[in-house]
């Protein structure tokens, strides 16, 4: 796994499979040129361990090293620096397995999966964990840990089953909760690593 030294056990996927499309069949979805940078930033902002982008799409796989080079190793290396050293972080995997599998040869132990969702299922509020508790687990525990995020319609429910968690999900004042992953992400990963 590429990455700069972090003393940080917390690590971010992003899974284009297996999630949902908006009939509701499993699928994998796109990589998106914006949720490669963003979520790297966001990353290197918070300190976190490493950034998986999960694809099992060899084409859209190297889509993603081919961008990280520019900014690693390209022109871009040398223009802006700082990006460059937001996507050290990234590291492209063909599923969660494989995620997980990393960490665990860097950490000694499997990580504890805490995956996200849009959706208050009843079949999965025994696993919900809120934002308070999930920080608190992270501050005072020694384990490491994986924030999960689904791309497209969410991410599978299977893939929720085996998740050791599912974070509550977030919530405007209003009826409307469909954010864009980055959003999604950046409110998620501040309330649970964020100085307040």
Not at 52 to 63: N, S
Not at 148 to 173: F, Q, R, S, Y
Request: overall charge negative; charged content about 25%.
């Amino acid at each position: 796994m590429k990455k700069e030294e972090s003393p940080s056990k917390v690590y971010v996927a992003l899974l284009h499979y297996p999630v949902y499309n908006r009939k509701g069949e499993v699928v994998t979805s796109a990589v998106t040129n914006l949720d490669i940078h963003d979520i790297a930033r966001l990353a290197k902002t918070y300190s976190l361990a490493a950034y998986f982008i999960v694809t099992p799409d060899a084409e859209q796989a190297e889509l993603v090293k081919k961008i990280c080079s520019h900014w690693l190793e390209g022109y871009g290396s040398s223009y802006n620096y700082d990006r460059g050293s937001a996507l050290s972080l990234v590291n492209v995997v063909k599923d969660l397995k494989s995620a997980t599998d990393c960490i665990e040869k860097e950490q000694g132990k499997r990580p504890n999966l805490l995956a996200t969702t849009a959706l208050e299922k009843d079949s999965s509020k025994e696993k919900f964990l809120s934002f308070a508790k999930a920080k608190e687990a992270i501050e005072c525990d020694d384990s490491s840990h994986l924030i999960i995020l689904g791309t497209g319609w969410g991410l599978d429910e299977n893939l929720l089953v085996e998740a050791d968690h599912i974070l509550e999900p977030v919530k405007g004042p209003g009826n409307y909760n469909h954010l864009s992953v980055r959003t999604a992400a950046a409110i998620v990963i501040d309330r649970l690593l964020g100085n307040r």
